[in-house]
């Protein structure tokens, strides 16, 4: 895709499903990686298969720790590409769900990534060659989901997050958009009863569940410079699901 090619892109929660598949297809297309994710790099593998052309940090980004770890990596360079794509769960039923259920979930999946955000951002608009974050919602910012009071808060706040971002930030030619994934195949979605995700591929039009490598596709398009004119937007990669 036109314009990756030497970018240096920052991806959080990289040593999971879709974060590695973003990660590799970011890699594929000659970007710099820096990569971050709270388990130490000798626990995740990514090393071996980013050999070069990659810089790690182990960090909470929830934390203040974590987000000093993650500034001072960016060096003098910064970067050119934020996917925010760290998040958690703690699903409980919202009469179960605990104070810190809550809280945990919101500082994650939502403070941390406006905090992080703000800081790339005004590393870009300093550097003044613009840039591009992305952050990841989720189809269930739109139609709720039983047990996830906190995690459907957090994804529907980054939706209204991205499209104020775009707005404030268009004209330092700093795009941000945001992803929807459905139901991907990634070891929190394999968390789920087998006959709940047998409904969910049975309703969806494409008839499977999303692979983590449909998802860093989007993220790439929408980080490239095919996508130089899209910001402020959610895009919602579900196999149909929604529709």
Request: proline share 5%; net charge positive.
């Given at each position: 895709m036109r314009g990756?090619?030497?970018k240096r892109v920052l991806i959080t929660g990289a040593a999971g499903g879709i974060g590695r598949a973003t990660a590799q297809r970011f890699f594929d297309e000659g970007a710099r990686l820096l990569l971050c994710d709270v388990?130490?790099?000798?626990?995740?593998?990514?090393?071996a298969v980013f050999p070069e052309r990659m810089e790690y940090v182990a960090a909470d980004i929830a934390s203040e720790a974590g987000l000093t770890a993650v500034e001072h990596a960016l060096g003098k360079d910064g970067v050119d590409v934020l996917v925010n794509n760290a998040g958690i769960t703690r699903d409980k039923s919202s009469l179960k769900m605990t104070t810190d259920d809550w809280d945990r979930v919101i500082a994650v999946n939502l403070t941390a990534v406006f905090r992080l955000s703000q800081l790339i951002a005004r590393r870009m608009k300093d550097a003044?060659?613009?840039g591009v974050i992305l952050n990841?919602?989720?189809?269930?910012?739109?139609?709720?989901?039983?047990g996830q009071a906190n995690y459907v808060a957090t994804k529907a706040g980054?939706?209204?997050?991205?499209?104020?971002m775009a707005r404030e930030l268009g004209r330092a030619g700093i795009r941000v958009n945001a992803i929807a994934?459905?139901?991907?195949?990634?070891p929190m979605a394999r968390a789920v009863p087998e006959a709940s995700l047998a409904m969910v591929t049975e309703r969806t039009p494409l008839g499977r569940l999303g692979r983590p490598e449909d998802i860093a596709a989007a993220y790439c398009f929408l980080a490239s410079d095919d996508a130089a004119y899209i910001t402020g937007q959610t895009h919602v990669i579900d196999g149909g699901w929604t529709m």
């Open positions: 990756i090619h030497g388990r130490p790099l000798a626990d995740t593998g990514l090393q003044g060659r613009g990841a919602a989720s189809v269930v910012a739109h139609s709720g989901n039983f980054l939706i209204g997050l991205t499209k104020t994934p459905g139901f991907v195949d990634t």
